[in-house]
């Protein structure tokens, strides 16, 4: 097959798959459920989940357990795509591994610290087992951090980790090593985009890829400075070294003193018209809705197959997140109308 049918094949699959997304009317008959059982049966019968939830029991299926099935669903997906982008779409897929690694690595170790290390292995996701260079097994089995390093120990992640060892009696500093974990996962994404595509389809990848490191520093200095109120050398540090923003807006953004400050400092860039754009409930939504309105985009738009791949994943881990809001909503018996803030479609 030539590489232009090839890419065709990639971009027509993928967008067969978007097709069968849930839709507006999917997500008033979910929020108008009652109950989790509810929601599986809706979700059963009535979309395209009904491949992974025919043999669940809606009464007595667990919420974890249902979580984990549509994270299999969306991972198996994921990787039936990846079949068919031979040679240089293995680096990106690489890069989606990495960042369920990091997570499942950040999952644990705040489990850890915890004291509930044996609380992971109800959360591990075996599907991802066999892809992942960390063993989650093993990682299941450490009880302290001497067992936790070791697990780490010959894989992408051992340097990094090795930094932020405590000493007896005291934490890891979680925040930071995550920090580190991913701008390691993100450095390398760029190194693919840089060295194994070209063109316009590399202007492109670079194009999406900046978008989503602006929104993603923005939010990051926003909560930083709401929450923690940290000065600007430390709110610097934890920024990825990428995107559009111009050195002398990052500074004005980490040296700023308000939520209000934060904002004007992007007023005007391309990054600040994007956000005036969005209608959002809270500023949390940010990075969710300008991620999503990105990729969603490129679905529709991109000619590039690891385009419309990355952005498909993006994409679809939004409905995924949606669906767990819903489902810990009716859970707890929330107002719908809240929940409904909170789904982004």
């Known amino acids: 097959m030539s590489s232009s049918k090839s890419a065709n094949a990639v971009l027509a699959k993928m967008r067969a798959k978007y097709g069968r997304r849930l839709s507006a009317k999917d997500y008033e008959s979910l929020l108008a459920c009652k109950s989790v059982a509810e929601v599986v049966t809706y979700l059963k019968n009535n979309t395209y989940y009904d491949s992974v939830l025919r043999t669940v029991n809606e009464r007595e299926v667990h919420r974890g357990r249902l979580e984990m099935i549509l994270r299999q669903k969306l991972f198996d997906d994921f990787y039936s795509l990846c079949r068919y982008m031979k040679g240089t779409g293995e ?7 990495e960042r369920d690694e990091i997570e499942q690595i950040i999952r644990f170790l705040t489990l850890l610290s915890s004291d509930r290390p044996d609380e992971y292995i109800f959360t591990m996701p075996t599907f991802f087992a066999r892809h992942a260079s960390v063993e989650l097994a093993a990682l299941a089995r450490a009880r302290d951090y001497d067992s936790f390093f070791a697990v780490l120990h010959s894989t992408p992640y051992e340097r990094i980790a090795d930094r932020y060892r405590p000493k007896k009696g005291e934490t890891v500093n979680i925040t930071e090593l995550e920090n580190e974990l991913y701008r390691h996962c993100y450095a390398r994404l760029f190194d693919a985009i840089n060295n194994h595509a070209s063109g316009a389809e590399q202007k492109a990848l670079l ?3 900046d978008s989503i490191i602006d929104i993603m520093n923005f939010v990051r200095v ?17 920024l990825f070294p990428y995107g559009t923003l111009k050195p002398q807006t990052i500074k004005k953004l980490c040296a700023a003193q308000s ?4 904002f004007a400092s992007v007023k005007g860039t391309q ?11 809270y500023a949390g939504q940010i990075q969710e809705i300008g991620i999503y309105g990105i990729t969603k985009k490129n679905i529709h738009f991109s000619t590039y197959p690891i385009v419309g791949m990355l952005s ?4 679809m881990q939004q409905e995924y997140s949606n669906i767990v809001s819903i489902i810990e909503g009716v859970r707890y018996g929330f107002d719908p109308e809240k929940l409904r803030a909170i789904v982004i479609i």
Do not use: C, N, T, W
Not at 222 to 238: I, M, S, T, W
Not at 271 to 281: P, Q, T
Not at 312 to 315: A, D, E, G, K, L
């Open 222 to 238: 926003l909560r930083l400075k709401k929450y923690y109120k940290e000065p600007g050398e430390v709110v610097e540090r934890f």
């Open 271 to 281: 990054l600040g018209r994007a956000i005036d754009k969005m209608e959002y409930v």
């Open 91 to 97: 680096y990106f897929a690489q890069f989606l591994i």
């Open 312 to 315: 498909y994943v993006f994409v």
């Open 259 to 262: 939520s209000a400050e934060v």
């Open 207 to 209: 194009s999406m890829f």
